[in-house]
């Protein structure tokens, strides 16, 4: 079958490609990586900023898009896209562990993972202490101690989520302040189980099967020393992931260079969500983004051009 376009990604940019498509009467295909949790959005336990949705968790968030998306008849298929073959030429082939999908067009969706630390044990104990999502693992340590590396937003919301659940929560950044809002910032200053170590690099884990503890360095200190901790989370930021699109369009830093009409360098590949170079990075932006490259890509199957 030729598709008119394969979505890569079902994270709200993706589902809301989508949901455009369908109502555009397009034969549309949506490839999901089949291990992802669906979103970005679904690490967080509170998303206050989406109209019509005050106060709910991101994985409700991202469960009604998704449900949206299912009902009216958008056909999410749990393949990882593995390569796009032939991207530019006018018929794309979308490689997937066990297919080859045939399309016109592309919208990559796919936008962005946590970004690593690279302190020595990071990715050995991942899953045995070591977390990137503290709303997917934070209940594992209820009445512990626990780290949150970073000083932004995530970290911080990461350190007030975590202070519910465990005794005692380090916040552990690099520089001598924090870079969260300042909402955040006035609300961990306030909570007594949070302790905010400033100027404090990470360097290693201690432990044996699981984390045990990290090995710090403060400021000035010549040796580091020893912070027991059963945990740690990092939340240090994201990093697009781009590298499947990486020689074939146009990119700034790791971001897919688009303006906001989403077309790429590549006639017929669109880019829509945190892929893309842009200013904001948030669920309303991935959504207006979902349908903007679909607006591109029906002009593209009709005239060739996309604008
Ligand atoms: C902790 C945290 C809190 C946040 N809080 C807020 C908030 O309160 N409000 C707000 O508006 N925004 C918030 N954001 C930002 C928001 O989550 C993102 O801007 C939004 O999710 C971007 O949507 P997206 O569809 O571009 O990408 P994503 O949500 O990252 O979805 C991308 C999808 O593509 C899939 N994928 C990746 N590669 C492939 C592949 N090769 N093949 C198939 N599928 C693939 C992934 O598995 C995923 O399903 C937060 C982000 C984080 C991390």
């Known amino acids: 079958m030729l598709y008119d376009v394969i979505i890569i ?46 106060n709910v968790s991101g994985q409700e968030l991202y469960d009604s898009m998704r449900r949206h998306a299912m009902e009216i008849g958008v056909t999410i298929v749990s393949e990882k896209a593995e390569d796009i ?46 977390s990137y999502c503290a709303t997917c693992d934070g209940s594992f340590y209820k009445d512990k101690v626990v780290g949150v590396i970073g000083g932004g937003d995530v970290a911080v919301e990461d350190a007030i989520f975590m202070s519910r659940i465990a005794k005692h929560v ?21 909570l007594t189980n949070v302790e905010i170590l400033y100027e404090v690099q990470v360097e290693s884990i201690i432990g044996d099967l699981k984390v045990e503890g990290a090995l710090i360095r403060r400021k000035g200190d010549v040796i580091p020393s020893e912070l027991t901790l059963d945990g740690i989370f990092v939340g240090i930021g994201i990093a697009p992931d781009t590298a499947l699109l990486k020689g074939k369009v146009e990119m700034d830093n790791d971001y897919i260079v688009a303006s906001e009409n989403c077309i790429t360098s590549t006639p017929g590949i669109f880019v829509a969500g945190d892929a893309r170079r842009k200013a904001l990075r948030q669920v309303i932006t991935a959504c207006a983004d979902g349908a903007n490259a679909i607006t591109s890509v029906q002009r593209y199957l009709t005239s060739g051009t996309g604008t």
Do not use: W
């Not at 034969?27 to 970005?40: A, E, H, M, P, R």
């Not at 032939?86 to 990559?108: A, C, F, G």
């Open 9 to 54: 990604g079902a994270g709200p940019a993706g589902l809301t490609a989508g949901i455009y498509a369908k109502r555009a009467c397009l034969n549309v295909l949506l490839l999901q990586d089949k291990y992802s949790i669906g979103s970005q959005i679904c690490n967080t336990y509170e998303v206050c900023n989406y109209p019509g949705f005050n």
């Open 85 to 130: 073959i032939d991207y530019n030429l006018p018929i794309k082939k979308v490689k997937t562990k066990d297919n080859i999908y045939e399309t016109r067009s592309i919208v990559y969706a796919a936008g962005a993972s946590p970004k690593k630390y690279g302190f020595e044990g990071e990715d050995h104990y991942v899953g045995n202490g070591v």
């Open 170 to 190: 380090y916040l552990i950044m690099r520089r001598n302040e924090m870079r969260a809002t300042k909402i955040l910032q006035e609300e961990v200053k306030k």
